[in-house]
């Protein structure tokens, strides 16, 4: 194995460490990227369906429960859809989030909109029935008319008289400023969501030489807390004596909170790299803070990082 390049004496003195870190590239297929932005919309029109069967069917919502489970929705669908596609743009994953969290805002009040409609159908076919029209053919040929059509019987009965303005936009503009806050609130909510959950995956390491993303992580070295900064100087260095010599220095009690070295490698070429995070846990919740972002290691440094290899101790 040879030294890494930047360990070798030889190595020119302008290679700066920082490339070591890994950073996505950014880079999308055109096709992979209308792959995601149509199953996006497909995933925002169904989270829409379902967001709009939850308020209708009159369960509890607490208002926002149903627009997080819209955002939810469309943001773990967006999520499986860049990593199939090997999506690694950042960029590409907040405008698709936008879009379809905007599209299933909109969808959903398009629901609430053709509902109405039915409603007001149904009113004006009661109100005429009761006055007698549907005692003549000529009247019941009426009503049957005017019930193939609700949209239309909406606009001239009720949304142009109104607004002077047609279909859905006139219909958003009689909903008054309360609904319309509630659908930009909705719409915020779910994009950023959808934001959130997607751009989380095209940030997960990519072995660009490969064409795949890496492995899962596996935690490599699990050590108290205290010892997290020496730990990512370690790393950092790519030098498993210093490795060795944190995992002597360190205590066997982990506490509530411990250092995890995680390291994350391409399943073809075995490119490695580590992160160190303090996980804290108290009772059940967990959190998670990075301490060193993934930097490329060597793979003396993972064998020194999980101790397998027997420890070169000092001579006496
Ligand atoms: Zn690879």
């Known amino acids: 194995m040879s030294p890494h390049p930047l360990n070798s004496p030889a190595a020119p003195i302008l290679s700066y460490p920082a490339e070591d870190t890994y950073r ?72 698709i989030g936008i879009v379809c969290g905007i599209a299933s805002a909109t969808l959903f009040h398009f629901g609430l909109y053709v509902r109405n409609a039915l409603v007001v159908r149904d009113q004006l076919r009661q109100d005429w029935r009761q006055l007698g029209m549907d005692q ?27 607004t002077r303005h047609n279909g859905f936009l006139g219909y958003m503009m009689i ?4 609904v319309q806050v509630m659908a930009l609130v909705q719409a915020t909510i779910v994009a950023w969501l959808a934001v959130a959950l997607g751009r989380q995956t095209t940030a997960k390491p990519f072995c660009e030489d490969c064409g795949a993303w890496f492995k899962p992580p596996v935690n490599a070295a699990v050590l108290p ?3 997290g900064g020496a730990l990512a100087e370690a790393i950092e260095a790519d030098d498993p004596q210093r490795v060795y ?63 397998e290899a027997p420890d070169p101790a000092p001579p006496p």
């Not at 003549?136 to 109104?162: E, K, N």
């Not at 990075?290 to 101790?307: D, G, N």
């Open 175 to 178: 909903r008054g400023t309360r």
């Open 24 to 95: 996505p590239t950014g880079r999308a297929t055109a096709i992979g990227l209308i792959l995601c932005l149509a199953g996006g919309l497909l995933a925002a029109a169904i989270a829409a369906a379902g967001a709009f069967a939850w308020v209708v069917s009159k369960l509890p919502s607490w208002l926002v429960l149903p627009m997080v489970g819209q955002g939810v929705g469309v943001g773990l669908v967006l999520a499986w859809l860049f990593r199939r596609n090997k999506v690694r743009s950042s960029a590409a994953a907040v405008v």
């Open 245 to 307: 010599a944190v995992h002597r220095a360190a205590g066997r009690e982990l506490g509530t909170s411990c250092a995890v070295a995680r390291v994350h490698a391409c399943a073809s070429c075995g490119k490695q790299y580590a992160d160190v995070v303090i996980v804290a846990s108290a009772g059940a919740s967990r959190s998670q803070r990075v301490v060193r972002q993934l930097r490329r290691v060597s793979p003396e440094t993972v064998t020194a990082l999980k101790w």
């Open 136 to 162: 003549t053919p000529t009247g019941r040929q009426m009503l049957d008319q005017i019930g193939s059509h609700p949209l239309q019987l909406f606009d001239r009965t009720v949304i142009f008289p109104r």
């Open 225 to 227: 807390a205290d010892c």
